[in-house]
């Protein structure tokens, strides 16, 4: 609600307002990785950040990967099914009921290392150039149908390019475990990430994106 005052001033009461409030004050006020702000024809936008450039990443940090999967029998048998896997282990209830130590189903270690890597992107891999090399994968311990993933990334090393001045290669091990804490899976790899400069000379925050005609 709002009235004006003998000063011509118009006072909003309310939790809502101060709601409102606190969520154009977080919107506006700079933030590091998570926005980048811009204006055009009067108004401020966000530009929401996807990745990192190579400043970015410090030896050392670990950023922890939103939100998490639950894996349903449904995405196992499909990605069985479209990557042409068809082990009785992961499509098959009755043999792996029957006949293997696990008594169920297990999900198929590929899902479960893709997901990761998907999981990863936003926070490693979004403004990659390429990925380099996978060094190792351990399938830790088993996965099952409805077991929540969930994944971390810890940065190891970063080396800048040396014949290229606008680039770097970044060393990560991304770990994924399960709703209990379980560590499931875990993986090296090196990704070559652009520098700021890089980015800049190509549109920004947003390579590529169009302007709206109206």
Not at 41 to 57: C, D, M, N, P, S
Not at 68 to 80: A, Q
Request: proline share 5%; aromatic share 8%; with cysteine.
């Amino acid at each position: 609600m709002s009235g004006g005052d003998a000063a011509g001033t118009d006072r909003v009461i309310g939790p809502m307002t101060t709601a409102v409030h606190a969520l154009t004050s977080w919107l506006t006020s700079p933030r590091p990785h998570t926005s980048c702000q811009h204006y055009r024809a009067g108004r401020q936008t966000v530009a929401v950040k996807f990745g990192r450039y190579f400043e970015e990443f410090e030896v050392g940090a670990v950023y922890k990967h939103w939100p998490g999967k639950t894996i349903t029998e449904y995405d196992d048998h499909l990605f069985c099914l479209i990557t042409m896997n068809h082990h009785p282990l992961h499509i098959d209830a009755h043999y792996a009921g029957e006949t293997t130590e696990f008594g169920r189903n297990v999900v198929v270690g590929n899902l479960v290392y893709s997901l990761l890597i998907g999981m990863s992107v936003p926070d490693v891999s979004g403004r990659a150039i390429a990925n380099l090399e996978i060094e190792s994968l351990r399938h830790v311990k088993p996965t099952f149908h409805g077991d929540t993933l969930y994944g971390e990334t810890e940065v190891l090393d970063k080396t800048e390019s040396r014949s290229k001045d606008d680039r770097g290669v970044v060393y990560v091990e991304t770990r994924g475990y399960k709703q209990d804490g379980t560590v499931v899976c875990i993986f090296r790899r090196k990704v070559m990430v652009p520098k700021r400069s890089y980015g800049e000379a190509r549109g920004g925050e947003h390579p590529g994106r169009p302007v709206p005609s109206s």
